[in-house]
């Protein structure tokens, strides 16, 4: 055990998860790469945890946040703040949320809390949906609404949440419908279980869910959803935290896939937007927004470095098609890692949208969920040169890949190349 790590076990909560036998210590990154403190460098897959949207050490990023960090670095709060309210008209525009008001906040946890609380505020009720398997932060309020249960730290809630099915079809008893009969039989149940409770106040979903594996619904179903949740009066929160600014290629949020009945009530967002510094934030519809009938306020979310950030990196998406370069470069990805798993008894699916890909790993004879096999593809890659995540339900068996947006072909060549290599030893 490293000096740091035992150091870090002694003084760190051991709830913080870490990956790896012998975790890594970063030291730096550029572009696509980042470097450990023995001078390893790594190709990353993982985007910093999709905060790293475009590309580690950005230099737009860096400059802009060098320089208002050389101005003024203050609370985001009590005075005009011009990056906040920039950036606000941006994402307002953005957002296809009409007549939109934008909150920032300092995580997507605290996202989510603003989230819940303007429901709960709007509707007049405790009661939220969620979907099982999901995942929305760790805060009292947003893990009572999080399905997944390796990250739902406590049973006590503030809220009164009822799950529904449709985030995860790949197992279980719709497992084998096709993408319409499994949008009816999901919809069949909401409505079944709005016939049975009192109206909620919101539905809160992951377009795709992140931690839970990668896990698509089929495009439209929360469109269906939306239907039904309209004839009572249920909000639609659609958290964009991991899916949001173009990562899944076809779309900019990932509520556009299920655009038929029109945008969500509120989204919310965080991780990428701010390339690694603390941007998240809500988006609702004023009605829903100046709800609260008290004051209100972040101290520390919009803050006006973390503004800076947030306008370069926007800026830098925007101007070189990142959602685009997702959608292509990811395209390829998907293809040569299925002709990969092809190879491999042990990969069950290969899945996803744009640079937000899963493989799901399972026991071949038994098709049970297979957790040593990605701890031991997570080390085997880490091997290679290549940084990759992994989540999924109780055994995390899910690997993820979600790189920069930035990521190139030959990149994307390379790191499928050693992953393919890491597959094979397992
Ligand atoms: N929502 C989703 C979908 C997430 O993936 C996460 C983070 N993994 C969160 C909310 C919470 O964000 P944060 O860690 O910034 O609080």
Not at 21 to 31: D, F, Q, S
Not at 163 to 178: D, F
Not at 260 to 280: C, H, Q, Y
Request: hydrophobic share 40%; glycine share 12%.
């Amino acid at each position: 055990m490293s000096d740091l790590y035992q150091r870090h076990r002694a003084v760190i909560p051991d709830w913080i998860a870490l990956f790896y036998e012998h975790p890594i210590e970063l030291t730096h990154g550029e572009g696509r790469h980042v470097w450990d403190a023995e001078g390893n460098r790594y190709l990353d897959f993982f985007g910093g945890i999709l905060t790293t949207m475009t590309a580690h050490a950005l230099p737009e990023v860096t400059k802009a946040v060098g320089e208002q960090a050389g101005r003024l670095i203050h609370s985001s709060t009590l005075y005009l703040n011009r990056p906040m309210v920039e950036l606000a008209e941006r994402i307002a525009a953005l957002s296809g949320i009409p007549d939109a008001r934008v909150f920032f906040t300092t995580s997507g946890t605290e996202a989510n809390d603003t989230a819940l609380l303007l429901a709960t505020a709007y509707r007049g009720s405790n009661q939220i949906l969620a979907m099982r398997n999901s995942y929305h932060g760790r805060s009292f309020s947003a893990v009572s609404v999080t399905g997944n249960r390796s990250w739902s730290t406590t049973s006590l809630s503030p809220l009164q949440t009822l799950y529904v099915h449709g985030g995860v079809r790949t197992r279980g008893p719709y497992a084998q419908l096709t993408d319409d009969r499994f949008i009816e039989a999901c919809v069949a149940d909401l409505e079944d279980l709005l016939g049975h409770t009192r109206d909620p106040a919101a539905l809160i979903a992951e377009p795709i869910q992140g931690v839970g594996g990668f896990t698509s619904p089929p495009d439209g179903l929360y469109a269906a959803f939306r239907e039904v949740l309209k004839r009572h009066g249920v909000l639609w929160i659609s958290d964009e935290v991991q899916t949001g600014w173009g990562r899944t290629g076809d779309h900019f949020w990932g509520w556009q896939a299920h655009a038929d009945s029109g945008p969500p009530d509120m989204l919310t967002f965080a991780k990428g937007i701010g390339n690694g510094m603390s941007v998240g934030g809500v988006v609702a519809r004023a009605e829903i927004m100046n709800c609260l009938d008290a004051n209100s306020i972040s101290t520390f979310g919009g803050s006006p470095v973390t503004m800076a950030a947030g306008l370069a990196n926007l800026s830098y998406l925007l101007e070189h098609d990142l959602q685009g370069n997702a959608r292509r470069v990811g395209g390829l990805l998907i293809e040569r890692l299925r002709a990969i798993g092809a190879t491999v008894p042990a990969v069950r699916e290969v899945r996803g949208r744009g640079l937000m890909i899963g493989v799901e790993l399972a026991r071949p004879e038994t098709d049970a969920p297979h957790p040593e096999a990605a701890a031991a593809v997570l080390e085997a890659a880490r091997e290679g040169g290549l940084l990759i995540g992994k989540g999924g339900g109780h055994n995390t068996t899910i690997l993820r890949i979600a790189p920069p947006l930035s990521l190139t072909v030959a990149e994307a060549e390379e790191g499928a190349a050693i992953l393919e290599q890491a597959l094979h030893e397992i």
